[in-house]
């Protein structure tokens, strides 16, 4: 087994990425889905985040967490970030390490599609880092087109991640995505026999 670690900031591109990767043969494992999975509302770490934050976290006559209030609640303060990562972090950690358990004995390239690997010092789990990036300004676009996000929750979000040089300097492969759907395609293609000559490389 290769364990891949995908990394970029928002709006990078990361997850379609990821999502090429599949197409070629990978196992994905998504930290944003075990996110949301933690966050449901019969899970205890639903709890914990509505005890922290209240009810204002909630939707409308519902008991689902509205993620996009709370990250407005969150990002730009960092002791209510730092408050909530308390949270749903190791329930994501958990459901990565069964993951990966679950694939241990397999020759899979398992891709663990996560924005925050080098902070949290998920690299030390992984065998290659595999940073997406792409121009600030374009993810800002990206963002705001396709979330509906607005400028100062895409500058605190930004903000709360390492920058883009940072992380170029620390991966291992580097795939930029400032161009078409197509030419990540074709980056795809490029990166991914580099992945199968690392797999079939390990001792």
Do not use: C
């Amino acid at each position: 087994m290769l364990v891949v670690g995908l990394t970029g900031g928002i709006g990078s591109g990361k997850s379609t990425v990821a999502a090429l990767l599949a197409e070629r043969g990978a196992q994905v494992i998504d930290a944003d889905s075990l996110g949301r999975d933690a966050l449901r509302p019969d899970q205890p770490a639903w709890h914990s985040v509505v005890g922290q934050f209240g009810d204002e976290v909630l939707s409308a006559g519902s008991m689902e967490i509205d993620r996009k209030r709370l990250a407005g609640i969150v990002f730009g303060d960092a002791r209510k970030l730092a408050a909530l990562n308390a949270i749903v972090h190791p329930v994501i950690f958990k459901g990565i390490a069964d993951s990966l358990e679950r694939l241990a004995e397999s020759d899979a390239i398992v891709v663990l599609d996560a924005a925050l690997i080098l902070e949290v010092g998920l690299q030390e789990s992984v065998d290659v880092v595999v940073a997406v990036v792409a121009d600030d300004e374009l993810r800002r676009q990206r963002l705001a087109r396709d979330r509906g996000m607005t400028i100062s929750d895409i500058r605190a979000r930004m903000a709360s991640q390492i920058s883009t040089e940072e992380l170029i300097s620390r991966a291992d492969l580097v795939v930029r995505n400032d161009r078409s759907l197509e030419d990540l395609a074709e980056a795809a293609d490029r990166i991914w026999p580099e992945l199968v000559r690392r797999r079939e490389a390990k001792p």
